[in-house]
């Protein structure tokens, strides 16, 4: 099964079995320490908020103007931050480390 490695807001690492073909967060969704995702996947709610380990980053599709905007609004933004719910995983993205975002 791929792996999606998961630090929790707790500090906590989870590696859990992700499914390939869904968006990151409706894997991260399905989890007690994961995303709320309120808006579904419609880029609107940055509930979805994670931060890529750096080695990753590059490998993920690139931004879409949309989520650009909604993520530099938030006073938790860094370089690394991305929205869950834009990112579909891929086998290529087995291995994938990734921190959930405070909540804003
Ligand atoms: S789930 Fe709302 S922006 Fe990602």
């Known amino acids: 099964m791929p792996l999606l490695r998961v630090v929790d807001r707790d500090g906590i690492e989870h590696e859990i079995d992700a499914k390939t073909g869904l968006k990151i967060m409706e894997n991260l969704r399905e989890l ?9 996947g419609m880029c609107s ?26 993520l530099t609004e938030l006073s938790h933004y860094e370089k690394n931050s991305r929205l ?21």
Do not use: K, N
């Not at 007690?32 to 579904?40: E, L, N, P, S």
């Not at 709610?45 to 909604?70: F, G, I, K, N, Q």
């Open 45 to 70: 709610c940055a509930t979805c908020h994670v931060y890529v380990e750096d080695e990753w980053l590059e490998r993920l599709p690139p931004m879409m103007s949309d989520e650009r905007e909604l």
């Open 32 to 40: 007690d320490y994961g995303v709320a995702a309120i808006c579904g």
């Open 84 to 104: 869950s719910c834009q990112v579909e995983f891929t086998p290529e993205l087995s291995g994938l480390r990734l921190r959930i975002a405070p909540d804003e």
